[in-house]
């Protein structure tokens, strides 16, 4: 993982969207955040935002699955809000 890009983009933009389809606790985007944050943090306009898998066990079902899953329209309503436009 390049961190210097990830924090000269951060730098960049002035912003983060990390997206997982892991669980948010202990996963991988809890440390691309920190490493995110840890080399960034003075050059960023709101926190890093995730947007990550449903913390639970994967489920079989193909429906249930994609309920588990980060959506596009979470991501796209994350996007928004990490701009300033949208509902939080």
């Known amino acids: ?3 210097e890009r990830l924090a000269e983009s ?7 969207l990390i997206v997982d389809e892991s669980w948010r606790t202990g996963s991988l985007s809890a440390e691309v955040s920190a490493q995110i944050t840890e080399a960034a943090f ?3 306009d ?4 995730r947007v990550c898998g449903a913390e639970v066990p994967m489920p079989y079902a193909a429906h249930m699955e994609a309920a588990a899953l980060p959506s596009v329209a979470a991501i796209a309503t994350a996007a928004r809000n990490l701009l300033g436009g949208g509902v939080k």
Do not use: E, I, N, S
């Open 1 to 3: 993982l390049d961190h």
């Open 10 to 16: 951060v730098r960049r933009t002035r912003r983060a």
């Open 42 to 44: 003075y050059d960023m």
């Open 46 to 49: 709101a926190p890093v935002a």
